[in-house]
């Protein structure tokens, strides 16, 4: 059975590539591909899974031109 992204009113902490995916509106392929071009960071592997960081994702989201950002996404950076 196949996990489905948790929605809310803010990403995990350090979410799976799923819920990452889910998160920028991507697909998992374009998350590996934007990960071996530098535009995310690498996963972590915790325990026996691969997760991100959320807040290293929030930075290179803020800091690169070269990634779109949704208006969804700046709203959330914006949220307090």
Do not use: N
Request: glycine share 6%; proline share 8%.
């Amino acid at each position: 059975m196949k996990r489905r992204a948790v929605y809310g009113d803010r990403p995990p902490a350090y979410p799976s590539k799923e819920e990452l995916a889910a998160e920028l509106c991507f697909s998992e392929s374009t998350v590996d591909s934007y990960v071996s071009r530098g535009l995310l960071p690498k996963p972590r592997r915790i325990g026996g899974s691969v997760r991100w960081c959320w807040a290293e994702v929030e930075a290179h989201l803020s800091h690169g031109d070269q990634l779109s950002v949704s208006p969804f996404q700046e709203a959330l950076r914006h949220a307090t």
